[in-house]
């Protein structure tokens, strides 16, 4: 009997143990030859972009964040997964998060783009989107852009965004660094677009307003206005007619004060921003090409 309650209890915490769902962000599937090693079939697979294709992780792209190198926690996962969500709804780009402790690849610019190029990263059947990465073995991070993700930040945008992470980053605070690099990315987008030579839109900041119903707004402008008429009222009733002009001075000397300017002084520094390999320059945005061929803009920081 007590066999049998045993073997019972058993068979409980097996099924309870399978019920477990495990957040699966560094889980990776096998490239081979009958799967097309799990890439796009749009892209050409020659000797050179073959080893390329085998040195980097094939992932699920629905997941979006793979934290190879462990820096975020269950819950920050699940959060960001939420944040990523979001922005992809609104903006209509994909977006995914990578961290890795074991680069084996050239750079960490590379790593990056080969990430995004080999896995079925994209929004809608294109591959607009980009890519934030973590290195820790190079101790770098960098954000790539892919298609229509281009248009949308330029060098100048792609800056403030790894400055606003740095910070962040540099102090070990991997989460808090993501998250503000996201907020920035959506601030960008709710700006809208440069246009072609990459100057930004006219409207320089954007304020999401909630919008109050209309009772509250009639209530709120009738008794804003009838306080202004007070004051206005009360402060009519303290004006006294002037006999002299002299009256309409406070004190009876006159005093000039002149401005000079006397110079300007400009400091500069320079920033780190990773423009090369094999590209170009366009409106303000640097562009350069992956081991697929596909365009990519983006930057990099050390830390």
Known sequence: MRKIIRLFICLLICVFLGNIEVFASTKTF?????????????IEITDYRLNKILETPAVDSNEKIY???????????????????????????????????????????????????????????????LLFLID??????????????????????????????????ANEEYFSGTEKFIEELEWFADVGEPDEYGNEPRVTGVVKIKIMPWGNIILFSTIGTAVVMCILVFNNKLVHKANSSRQ???????????????????????????????????????????????????????F
């Open 136 to 169: 820790m073995d190079n101790r770098e991070f960098y954000m790539t852009t892919t298609g229509q993700a281009i248009t949308m930040y330029t060098d100048e945008r792609i800056d403030r965004c790894l400055d606003v992470a740095f910070e962040y980053i």
């Open 67 to 129: 934290d190879f190198a462990d820096l975020f926690t269950d819950s920050e996962e699940d959060e960001l997964y939420s944040i990523i969500s979001d922005y992809i709804d609104e903006f209509n780009l994909d977006l995914a998060i990578v961290t890795v402790d074991n680069n084996g690849k050239s750079s960490t610019k590379e790593y990056a783009m080969d990430f995004y190029n080999y896995n079925d990263f994209g929004f809608n059947g294109s591959y607009d989107g």
């Open 30 to 42: 096998e490239r081979n030859y009958s799967n097309n090693y799990l890439i796009n079939k749009d």
């Open 248 to 302: 309409y001075l406070v004190n009876s000397d006159i005093h000039v004060v002149k401005d000079m300017f006397l110079g300007r002084s400009v400091h500069r520094s320079a920033r780190y921003h990773d423009s090369s390999s094999g590209g170009g320059s366009s409106g303000g945005r640097s562009i350069s090409h992956g081991s697929s061929g596909m365009s990519h803009g983006g930057g990099g920081r050390k």
